[in-house]
């Protein structure tokens, strides 16, 4: 995905099916404040993600650690695994559920 371009105006995205590729080079756009994903399993260590992103959610195959997302501040709900377990990243950036 080296050279994806996403529209600056981008708010919200879904990676459906069976997309399971690695993100270390992809360059979101800072309007984006959802993120989705269905069938994705690697690491998101290296991912930069958007200022603005407000939720992100992975499907059932997400096995990674969601370490990364600490850094975003923006982030205040993900969906990891099973999407009845929603969990919630409060200010201080404790997880609860």
Known sequence: ???VYFPDSLEQLSFEG????PLD???????????FFEEFNHSIKNVRFP??????KFGKMFQ???EPLMKNRSVNEF?????????KIIQNHNIIN
């Not at 080079?25 to 993120?35: A, G, H, I, R, T």
């Not at 990891?80 to 969990?87: D, P, R």
């Open 79 to 87: 969906t990891m695994g099973n999407v009845n377990e929603i969990y």
């Open 51 to 56: 200022s603005k992103l407000q939720t992100i």
């Open 18 to 21: 069976s997309f399971n590729q």
């Open 1 to 3: 995905m080296d050279h």
């Open 25 to 35: 080079n992809v360059q979101f756009p800072d309007s984006l404040e959802k993120l």
């Open 64 to 66: 990674q650690s969601y």
